[in-house]
């Protein structure tokens, strides 16, 4: 008799943990950028606390996201900082082993006046 333990649920599909999933967050530390970084970093976590994400520093406005080593996000390209929303739907693409697409949709950075 089973007791449930290990079993998908209801639906028939396992739970999405994230598990298996690299990212890897370049950012430009003079830029500031490390704050963003943490904050996406913590989302990411709470979320799918298996995923591995990791940072390295990289040029001027940099903040680019890798995930599985294919580039999803480009700050250089797209202007603005990613939508936590949209790389935890990439995530969630990934863990399913769902091709990931380009994330082009972007929030302006902060200007202090």
Known sequence: MSDGAGEPPAGGRPPVTGEGVRIMVEYCKPCGFESAYLELANAVKEEYPEVEIESRLGGTGAF???????????????????????????????????????????RPPCTIL
């Open 64 to 106: 680019e996201i890798e995930i599985n080593g294919q580039l999803v996000f480009s700050k250089l390209e797209n202007g603005g900082f990613p939508y936590e929303k949209d790389i935890i739907e990439a995530i969630r693409r990934a863990s399913n082993g769902e091709p990931l697409e380009k994330i082009t949709k972007s």
